[in-house]
């Protein structure tokens, strides 16, 4: 069977997105997989190579999306109210899938999936690089001290962005979401100081 043209493969990828997040890489078999995919499991394979194939397309296709949708909400204001319009626009809005798809690929990991791992840590690094970024960005602004640690602050918004995003999975409450955004907000900008 020939690969999909690409609007359907675009397509498939966003549902196998969405049918990973659901499930897991290992949580569903490839019968259900095809089943949400509208594709035979001998397509998957004709067209992805592997169920793992895929999941590492879905993955690549995940991080670029992550990243410009970080870069468009930083581009909008300074450094801390991009963090806030970057968060808000995830957890509260909900315009793309709140707990990161990469974390959660990492922390689900098992031995058999070690090509999935090692690509999920890269794009992770990736990510850190864009914030990397735009913590100099700020710094050069004024908005974070010189006197601050780049890669030790780097890693603190990190942790806030995955912290505040993995803590609205279990939080439906706006005005609770919203006092984490601001919390989170709040700390790091002690912390540039």
């Not at 798809?101 to 990736?126: C, G, I, P, W, Y």
Request: glycine share 8%.
């Amino acid at each position: 069977m020939p690969r999909p043209k690409l609007h359907e493969r675009d397509e498939t990828l966003r549902k196998a997105l969405d049918f990973f997040w659901k499930n897991g890489f290992s949580g569903g078999s490839t019968r259900e997989l095809g089943q949400a995919l509208d594709m035979h499991p001998g397509s998957i394979y004709s067209a992805f190579g592997s169920k793992e194939g895929l999941c590492l397309e879905v993955l690549e296709l995940y991080g670029k999306q992550s990243h410009q949708w970080f870069s468009e909400c930083m581009a909008e204001a300074g450094f801390f109210e991009g963090l806030k319009i970057y968060l808000t626009a995830m957890v509260i809005d909900k315009k793309h899938p709140c707990t990161c798809f990469v974390a959660k690929t990492l922390s689900s990991h098992l031995e058999s999936e070690q090509n999935l791992v090692e690509r999920a840590k890269a794009l992770m690094d990736e990510f850190r690089g864009e914030l990397r970024a735009q913590v100099e960005k700020a710094r050069k602004a004024g908005e974070i001290g010189p006197k601050v640690d780049r890669d030790a602050f780097t890693t603190m918004v990190l942790v806030q962005l995955t912290g505040v995003r993995s803590f609205a999975d279990s939080v439906d409450e706006r005005a609770e979401l919203e006092r984490a955004i601001e919390e989170a907000v709040r700390l790091l900008k002690l912390a540039a100081q």
